[in-house]
């Protein structure tokens, strides 16, 4: 998992050995970085700020042997990282929904194919074990998805509430809610759109059912193989929804690993949730620390 990213950062360490940084060496050093960054999925506004602030903080620093400087640059890396991280905050739901009123409804964004049904499934999966759920097929627009949904629905034991296709996004999410409060059901996870005919309808679409639904908390879903892509969906989906936070998923498969740097330097909102798998337990809470230190463990320094 991300070893593209972990190489690019073992480099920049081990090329460090002067016993004083010169703003010329950092930018030899970034000349190079900037293009394994880049290549790692790190976005461009983070590989800015990274260089700005090396030089703000590092240049003219004196290190006493090769040694002490990439241990120096090793451990800046590590707390540039964190600070970012740390920026965004964290969110329990299990925690916010323990001590919310119910229903605790909760909306997923994203474009189709980056994970969502299989994100709101994982999820649901998650909380059927402490609270009573139910899921609003929202996407009323792709041909296949209140089915898909539906399957999980029935493999998990969770009602699924579903209109025909057409039918009005903000409709069946409001549903599940009077669905939710009648029956005394704690949560409602609801699956939006995640394609139309432009992106600007998707928005209104979007703006629309949080207007009548008025969620709790809006996650963004985000392919952590997606490259630039998922980092323009984040901007735009925050733009336009202002989202809590995201939940970044396929990083089994992903060699690069900026993904989780680039969203959160670009929305200030933390990662919750990583998807690792296809299976319903394929989901492990994001820890900001943990993931630092792995980015940064091959470095034997
Ligand atoms: P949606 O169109 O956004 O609802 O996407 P789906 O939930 O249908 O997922 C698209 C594909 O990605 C499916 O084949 C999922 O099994 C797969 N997928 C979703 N999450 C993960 C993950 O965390 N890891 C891996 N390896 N595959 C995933």
Redesign the pocket.
Known sequence: MFDRIKKAFSNVIKKVSTKELSEKEIDEIFRELELSLIESDVAQDVIEDLEKRMKQELVGKKFESNDSAQIIIRNWLRDYMLNLFNKAGSIDIVERIRVSNKPYTILFL??????????IAKIANMLKKEFTVVIAAGDTH?AG?IE?LSTHGERLGIRVITQRYGADPAAVGKDAVLYAKAHKIDVVLVDTA?RMQTSKNLMDEMSKIIRVVKPDLKIF?GDSLAGNDTINQAKEFYNYTNFDAAIL?????DVKGGAALSIVYVTQKPIIY?????EYD??TRFNAEQFVDSLLVSNNV
Request: glycine share 22%; net charge positive; hydrophobic share 20%.
């Open positions: 994203g474009i189709n194919g980056t994970g969502k049904t299989t994100t792709r998805a898909q995640g879903i998923t396929k990083t089994d498969a990583i998807g690792t798998g296809q394929d989901i």
